[in-house]
Each structure stands twice: as structure tokens, then as C-alpha cells.
């Protein structure tokens, strides 16, 4: 499959390094209006055989059968449009559009020609995430109750979106994915310090139709990198350190046992601090042992491989448009300082 990229920026050299080393994936175009970085694409990738200047170029081209997207976010809708109106597959950086109408249009654009169309979700790719989603799935955790996540660092600080576009987009799609539900209200809050107008610090809280909660906490000014997600359960709780080099995950056998009823424990009378902790469970902890490979990776071949067997990528227009939908009510809070409804939406 003959593959070209759009891009060549910060995030696009990762994706053009994964995507020239992939299987049955030839990537011979690159489309970088930035001329100075035309020698370095040259030199480090041989077989990019054409560096255009403009995206229409490159479509124009018929050997090209798939086009990887990694530009600015404004620019998605237009260019994943303009792709797949010229009969390309698409692959596209996280967010798939700036708004749900956009990704909807999108969607139905790609369902109509049968072309594929994949969001660069990356951490749907990461083995813990899906080792962390079997383990949900088997009900080792019992009924999940809350998640919280935080993703938190000293910058990258971003002049085009805010801290909520950048980084929040990465802990919806997990929690998408691990509840495999839509949520029904989300309520979001913010802060702006460096830049007016562009929140440096996001909170947003998600309800969920089956009465799980959400809370997720994105920043690119705090003074430690955090990517942490915590999973409480009703049997057992998680904790997913992406930052831990050899601890990713560690489930603690942990929970509260009253007739196999948490919620009457605070209706219970309690003789003392003793008989109080008796309704405490405290097991094992464990830390599964897992193999793991690049995200970016596994993502660039999941693409190539769902486009040459027409199979249904994990995280589709349709996946993507969900965490859009999510992120644009989010905004909408922000700015009305209420809570806002979401309609139901199939993942």
C-alpha cells in the first residue's frame, strides 16, 4: 500500500518513522509547505521519492492509496475531506474535526465511499490500556464504580488550542473505550494564566447512563509529569502509572464487604474504631507482568492492516467523533458554568 504523510512537525516525524518501518506499507510522498526540513526528510527517508509543497498536489497523485494526516487541528475537517473526496484512506491526528458536525459529515463521507477513516488515538494502542480493558471486561474488578485520571506536566504549552483539546482527548478515548458507554452529562472547568483565552489547566467531570463517574485533569503547568488513571471498582481498585517505568499497573485487592452491599455502610452503627475496620477488605496487591510495544507503532500497522483487509479500526470516525462530542460539550460548560447534556451516541 502506498502510503503519503502530511506533515513533518513535532508529532509528524514520529508517525512518518513508524509508519516507513510498518508492513505491507510503502510511504513515498510527503507534503511539507516548510521547504528548510525538505533535506532532513530526504535524508533520513530514501524512499520519500516526492516532497510536495501543497496537499492537493499530493492527491492528485493515483499510486497513492492512503494518506496520513498530522497538521494542525484546524485544518483536519478540510483535509481529511479533501482526502477522502479524492478516494484516499485516511489516517488523522487526534481530534478528527473541531466539532461534532464536522466529524459526523466526515463519517458519513467515509461510510459512503467504503474508504477507511482512523484517528490517531494513540493510547487505545497501548498494551497496558488494553491489558487494563480484558481485565475490566472479565469483571475482575467487580462493577466499576469511578475513574479519575491526571495528565499533568511543565508544557508542551499550546498557542492553538487549549489544555482541554490537547491533552483531555487522550483520557476520554480511554474511558470510552474501557466503559464502552457514552456518557449523559459532563460539566467542565478551567483556568487561564499564561495566554487569555486559552485554559492551562482543564477539570471535567463525566456521568455516565449506568452511574458511573469520570474525572479527568489535564495541565501543562505543574511542576511533576503525571499520567496516572485510577479504576475503583466494587470487587478491586487499579492504578494505571504510565510514567513508572516497571510498575504500569498495580490492582489492589481492596473494597468494602457489608452484605455485599457498599452503600449501607454508612447506615451501619459502629461500637468502635475496630469494629469499623472489620468492614474493611485489604488483600494482595499485584503487579501483572506485561509485554509491551510502541503504541505509535502498533497504531501505524493497525491503520495499514484495517485498509488492506477493509476490517473496522478500533478508533474510527465514528470513535473519534464520540470523544469530540465530548470535548465540544465540555466547552460549552466551560463557558456557560453548568453542566451539559449529552445525547446518547453507539460506541
Known sequence: MKCAQAGYGYWGRNLMRCFSSARNCELTVC????????DQIRSQYPNVRNIDINLETTLERPEIEAVILATPAALHHQQVKCCLEAGKHVFVEKPLAT????????????DGKGLTLMVGHTFLYND????????IDQGELGNVQYIYFQRLALGRVRKDVNVL?????HDVSIALYWLGEFPREVLSTGQDFLQSG?????????????????????????????RKAVVVGSRKMLVYDDC???????????????DGKPQDIGSRPFDSFGDFSLIQRVGDISIPRISFREPLQVEAQHFVDSVTTGGKPLSDGRSGAGV???LEAASDSR?????????????
Open 128 to 135: 497496558a490500556v488494553r491489558w487494563i480493558k480484558n481485565f
Open 99 to 110: 466539532s461534532t458536525k464536522q466529524c459526523e459529515e466526515l463519517v458519513s463521507l467515509a
Open 335 to 347: 463557558r456557560r458554568k453548568a453542566a451539559v447534556e449529552l445525547s446518547s451516541l453507539s460506541l
Open 31 to 38: 507534503c511539507e509547505p516548510e521547504t528548510n526540513l525538505h
Open 244 to 258: 513508572s517505568p516497571d510498575q504500569k499497573i498495580t490492582v489492589y485487592d481492596k473494597g468494602f464487604d457489608v
Open 165 to 169: 483539546w490537547n491533552l483531555a482527548p
Open 198 to 226: 486559552i485554559d492551562d489547566i482543564s477539570f471535567l467531570n463525566m456521568k455516565f447512563p449506568s452511574g458511573r463517574f469520570v474525572q479527568v485533569h489535564v495541565s501543562w503547568l505543574d511542576p511533576s509529569k503525571t
Open 324 to 326: 469530540v462530542a465530548v
